[in-house]
């Protein structure tokens, strides 16, 4: 089961700030948050991740909470091609090592002309 | 060069027979990955490979095998298709299976079985 929650669909202005916003009360210490998007049946993107400290990139920026249970994801000016189904997803530690993507329902995010 | 490549992009075919799907990888990464994406979008990890050792093996039926000759190229061989098998897969990869690297994921190869 996915451990974040996150509405199910977002609407945004073209050219506006899209702040996509996910909850992850139980996420542990040494478990990172990522943010993947998928447009329109591609194959998943990756956008961004952090553990505790914001972080920024040419897509996006990532703010995370101080006690890490919630994080915004903020795409600084939408554009038609950033409508997606975007993931925020706690990359769970599987066992030996390894961890996985698990995702879940993600929000739906539209851009609007 | 497409990073993580997949082939057949489409499949028809009917229940009961044997089909594969290969992946193919051009990034160096030690760690590949089979995804599901179902009709109702949800996407679940299959199974995943590092350094062509298995490392993660979800519940999934028997019928689906993977093979991974080289670590640049992880193949999902599914026998006896069933209706239900219809689906998106997705193969992935990523540098490590370490927490903090990001996996980068294939266009994905549309199964149809009917």
């Known amino acids: 089961d996915a451990k974040t929650t996150q509405p199910p669909s977002m609407d945004c202005a073209e050219g506006r700030a899209a702040n996509l916003p996910c909850n992850h009360s139980?996420?542990?210490?040494?478990?990172?948050v990522y943010w993947y998007r998928q447009i329109h049946s591609q194959g998943p993107q990756y956008i961004i991740h952090g553990l505790k400290n914001n972080e920024t990139n040419e897509m996006a920026s990532l703010i995370i909470t101080e006690d890490r249970k919630s994080s915004t994801l903020i795409l600084p000016h939408a554009t038609l091609r950033d409508t997606a189904v975007y993931y925020c997803?706690?990359?769970?530690?599987w066992g030996a090592g390894s961890y996985q993507l698990t995702f879940g329902k993600g929000t739906k995010l539209s851009v609007i002309p | 060069d497409t990073a993580v490549s997949q082939t057949p992009k489409y499949l028809v075919t009917q229940m009961g027979n044997d089909k594969s799907i290969k992946c193919e990888q051009n990034l160096g990464h030690d760690t590949m990955y089979w995804y599901k994406q179902d009709s109702k979008k949800f996407l679940k990890i299959m199974f995943s490979?590092?350094?062509?050792?298995?490392?993660i093996n979800e519940t999934v039926p028997n019928r689906f095998s993977p093979k991974s000759p080289d670590k640049a190229h992880l193949n999902l061989h599914i026998n006896s298709l069933e209706l239900g098998d219809s689906a998106v897969y997705f193969c992935a990869s990523s540098p490590t299976r370490a927490g903090d690297t990001e996996a980068f994921f294939g266009q994905g190869t549309r199964l149809t079985v009917v």
């Open positions: 997803i706690v990359r769970v530690a």
């Open positions: 139980t996420i542990s210490g040494n478990e990172y």
């Open positions: 490979y590092n350094n062509k050792e298995l490392i």
